[in-house]
């Protein structure tokens, strides 16, 4: 995935540190799994279906980060995927306010 996400002009870090704020405080760190072109997280999952606690995880970065999207993709017997949005304006007029 990541050399056809690269081959496509994308910039993909693995296991990219991504730091955690709350209320523009820092409370600790993430690793995404892939982190595309600044904007996307990719968590990637090898279990028999997606579950609520794999898409819960991945709203919470979404939450935490200044990242909007993610993509949730599951390979096992059947592929199957979620993507996920979570606006953060919120947090950009908290920022803006400082």
Do not use: P, W
Not at 13 to 39: H, R
Not at 58 to 82: D, H, P, Q, S, W
């Amino acid at each position: 995935m990541v050399i056809e996400l690269r081959k496509m002009g994308c910039k993909v870090l693995q296991q990219k540190n991504i730091k955690v704020y709350y209320e523009n405080e820092e409370v600790g760190d993430y690793y995404a799994d892939l982190l595309v072109d600044d904007l996307v997280i990719v968590e990637l999952k090898a279990a028999e279906a997606i579950h609520e606690d794999h898409e819960a995880q991945l709203i919470n970065y979404l939450k935490a980060t200044e990242i909007e999207v993610g993509l949730l993709l599951n390979f096992r017997k059947k592929a199957e995927f979620k993507r996920k949005v979570f606006s953060n304006t919120r947090k950009r007029n908290e920022i803006s306010q400082k």
